[in-house]
């Protein structure tokens, strides 16, 4: 089990990014697949999740409205579409996945990606 997060960048406030976490070893449809981000000096928070088999997405309030988590079946890949950034968005983002429920508790993931970095310039 792989994942490969890319799609990072630099923004202005307000503007859009969709970051791509791309999945192997395994179909991406019988996994969980989470996206959580880091700021400096701050823990690691879950942003966003979509269930295996139905897609359902759940959404931390901090994002709701403005964070869209999809997936392509067929290119086993999920997406965080991201618009109005803000400052406080900055942060290294990661995928994760599990076999499990989908959740935004960090601990709920075995497998992780590298990270890609997201800076929003107010």
């Known amino acids: 089990v792989q994942l490969q997060a890319s799609g990072g960048g630099l923004v202005n406030a307000g503007g859009s990014l969709r970051l791509s976490c791309a999945a192997s070893?395994?179909?991406?449809?019988?996994?969980?697949i989470a996206w959580f981000r880091q700021a400096p000096g701050k823990e690691r928070e879950g942003v966003a999740c979509?269930?295996?088999?139905?897609?359902?997405?759940y959404y931390d309030d901090s994002v709701q409205g403005r964070f869209t988590i999809s997936r392509d079946n067929a290119k086993n890949t999920v997406y965080l579409q991201m618009i109005s950034l803000e400052s406080e968005d900055t942060a290294v983002y990661y995928c994760?996945?599990?076999?499990?429920?989908?959740?935004?508790?960090?601990?709920?993931?075995?497998?992780w990606g590298q990270g890609t970095q997201v800076t929003v310039s107010s």
């Open positions: 994760a996945t599990d076999r499990g429920r989908c959740s935004l508790w960090a601990r709920t993931y075995t497998y």
């Open positions: 070893g395994f179909a991406s449809d019988d996994y969980a």
């Open positions: 979509i269930t295996r088999g139905d897609g359902k997405a």
